[in-house]
């Protein structure tokens, strides 16, 4: 589903990915771990398309990302690739139904039309009753909840997070991981995630280590929960 073939990024001329090479299957949940500087977040940025790599491929569902237009991949990051950071990103002037339909308007659903869009995503994720709340109004769990719904809206191909519980207490954290597993198990999402959590890292179904630039090793931990 995702190929990434001999990718290399360089910034002012210090390697940071070196050749990276990774196959990743649809319904797979992919941890992406090893110390700061190792190249994470420049990688998932780069499968993600927010970044372009100095050499090497990308492929999501068969599509070049990189051979594509600005506008076509613009367009297909916003229908086929979700995102979920650190911290929730939400547009503070917003109701949170309207962050999370924020994605379907912009691929150009009408604003009610996105939002009847996002009321399942909502509902699903428990939030229904906090919809006319604005991000201040609601919990950190809560605001990272609706950071996932927002990612989900279009129904993409893939779910890229970037420590995206690295900002919770341990108790929403360990809700938020137990939500990818579900959304998984329920509508066969798949995800890769970049994480310092080894709690998280090491329940998915294949955790990737990378080391100056390099995947040093791969592993199957798949811890249950």
């Known amino acids: 589903m995702i190929e990434a073939h001999n990718i290399e990024k360089a910034f002012d001329r210090l390697p940071v990915l070196r050749g990276i090479d990774l196959s990743i299957e649809r319904g797979e949940i992919v941890s992406i771990v090893g110390p ?6 420049t990688l998932l940025q780069i499968l ?21 237009t600005q506008k ?26 309207e962050n999370v339909a924020l994605p379907a308007m ?9 939002i009847a869009k996002a009321m399942p995503v909502v509902e ?7 919809i006319s709340h604005r991000p201040a109004q609601l919990s950190g769990g809560e605001r990272q909840r609706a950071a996932v719904a927002r990612a989900l809206v279009n129904n993409p191909a ?21 939500l990818f597993f579900d959304l998984r ?15 998280l890292a090491t329940r998915a179904d294949r955790m990737i280590q990378l080391t100056d630039g390099r995947i040093s090793s791969i592993s199957k931990p798949s811890i249950n929960i």
């Open 124 to 130: 699903y994720l428990g939030l229904s009753e906090r």
């Open 158 to 178: 893939v779910v890229l997070a970037d420590e995206p519980s690295g900002s919770l207490d341990s108790h929403n954290r360990d809700e938020l991981h137990r």
């Open 185 to 199: 198990r329920d509508f066969g999402h798949t995800f890769v995630i970049v994480t310092h959590d080894n709690n």
């Open 36 to 41: 700061s500087g190792a190249g994470k977040t």
């Open 106 to 114: 912009i691929g150009g659903l009408s604003r009610s039309k996105a």
């Open 72 to 97: 076509r991949l613009a367009q297909f990051r916003n229908s086929r690739i979700g995102f979920v950071f650190q911290f929730h990103q939400l547009l503070p002037e917003f109701t949170l139904i």
């Open 48 to 68: 993600g398309s927010l970044d372009r790599p100095d050499r090497g491929t990308v492929t999501i569902d068969g599509t070049d990302l990189f051979a594509l």
